[in-house]
């Protein structure tokens, strides 16, 4: 999901969206410590995504403060 997408969703979405990545990050460390990743690389795509809601959060709180 790129930028563009999140920046239409609202804040709650936003939050939501933000809680899943977090439980799959998690799930995916959790997998990689037992031996069961089948694919690592989805640990760094799930740390930017989750960089990109928060990013896009901050935007809408700068800019309903102003």
């Known amino acids: 999901m790129n930028a ?3 920046r239409e969703k609202t804040p709650d979405q936003l939050r939501e ?14 997998q990689q410590a ?9 640990i760094k795509a799930a740390r930017r995504a ?3 809601v ?8 700068k800019s309903a403060a102003e």
């Open 17 to 30: 969206e933000l809680a899943n990545l977090k439980k799959e990050s998690f799930n995916l460390r959790f």
């Open 34 to 42: 037992t031996g069961q990743l089948e694919n690592p690389a989805r």
């Open 54 to 61: 928060k990013t896009v959060l901050n935007e809408k709180a």
């Open 4 to 6: 563009n997408e999140l």
């Open 50 to 52: 989750a960089a990109r």
